[in-house]
């Protein structure tokens, strides 16, 4: 039976964002993760089966983090205001783990993985958008949910350069 510890799946995510944040994905190791925690390598393998996983476990900690605290700030009543919310917190997102992403993308397995989270991504920012534009044509919260993800991701875009395009689309639907 596989030898599980307390803390330790919260520990190695811990150090897998400090490495990944210092040295990128490409550097970051279950192994050198391992050793770190003072612990067997197969150990950790019990929590995470790849390395592509455990970057994958710190990612949505962080995204999850930023969820909470979308949700918690006033404002989701006013569209505008959430579609720039969203595009901001995209783009910290990505920004904070730029390097580590690049890498990420690289990463031979990456693809099925990359085109999964970005369908659970868009979902996730239609909702929202939906939620702010009740009654609107079926096609705008995906929509919209896309190009916050496209260009907040991208790392030069800025908000005000395709507000104009997200407020005339939000007047016409």
Not at 6 to 26: F, T, V
Not at 54 to 68: C, F, P, R, S, Y
């Amino acid at each position: 039976m596989p030898k599980l510890l307390d803390n330790i799946k919260e520990k190695a995510i811990e150090e897998a964002r400090r490495e990944m944040l210092s040295d990128g994905y490409r550097a970051m190791t279950i192994r050198r993760v391992a050793k770190e925690l003072g612990i067997a390598t197969g150990t950790l393998y019990n929590y995470f089966p790849s390395k592509e996983y455990l970057a994958a476990g710190v990612m949505l900690e962080d995204w999850q983090a930023q969820i909470q605290t979308f949700e918690e700030e006033p404002g989701k009543d006013d569209p505008s205001v959430v579609i720039r919310r969203l595009f901001e917190m995209v783009s910290d997102f990505t920004s904070r783990f730029r390097r580590s992403w690049v890498q990420y993308e690289e990463h031979d397995r990456s693809e099925s993985m990359r085109n999964q989270y970005h369908k659970v991504l868009v979902e996730q920012l239609g909702c929202y958008i939906n939620a702010a534009v009740p009654g609107r044509e079926d096609w705008l919260a995906p929509f919209l949910a896309e190009l916050v993800l496209r260009f907040g991701s991208d790392g030069h875009t800025r908000y005000k350069d395709i507000e104009k395009a997200v407020n005339v689309l939000l007047e016409k639907a």
